[in-house]
């Protein structure tokens, strides 16, 4: 169980939340990839009522995957979602048989919604692997502003006080479902409230995604963190 002592956790368990968002989905899905020969390309096989990436080639250019990894990622993507696209409920299935000691349906949504940005109700390969990208083997930028998207449920462009409280409140669900609403809501407000400080936010204010990531980038904890979730991304493709 997690006890308020745990709202003294860096700031960076709260404000990169990598290991808990796309990794654990990326995760079960390498999992699912077998040791075989590697496909010459991806499914050229008709497309009967399901979603067909694109080109492996296009891909490669909007990615920083290799070709095998990512003929790898989609031949276990294929395997659990043989039509190609994976709905919410399937989503939240995925860390639910993760995280079996909580509650991981509202996180698990959260990140859904930050994947599928257009708003179908589903992702296909194309947005699971370009977002991986980014927090696999992306830059410091591209890895801030796809968390900053994760909390900026709201999208407007700016992360105002309850955008950050419910994105907290949903990771301490994800990890112990047994928290009392009146205790969970005590340790996420402290917890807010030591993200506030540290990113030097006005109580009641709010914060651009231009100075989150600046003052993200100039937290050396969190940069260092950034690198410990880059190498534990990285590793996943190779599983």
Known sequence: MISSASCTRPLQQALVPLAVSVPPAALFISGKAGKGAMEEELDTQPALERQRPPSIDYLFQVTNFTKP??????????????????????????????????????YAELVFRNIDQSGSGAITFLNFITNFSKIAKGSVEEKLDWIFGLYDTNRTGFLAHNEIFNVVKSMYQLVDASLKPAVLSTICRKHVKIVFKTLNIANGGRITKEEFVSRCRADTEIMKTMELFGSFSRGLVVL
């Open 69 to 106: 990894e990512i003929q790898r990622l989609y031949r276990s993507f294929k395997e659990l979602w043989p039509n190609g696209t994976v709905a919410l409920e399937q989503f939240q299935a995925i860390y639910a048989s993760i995280f079996p000691n909580g509650n991981s349906k509202n």
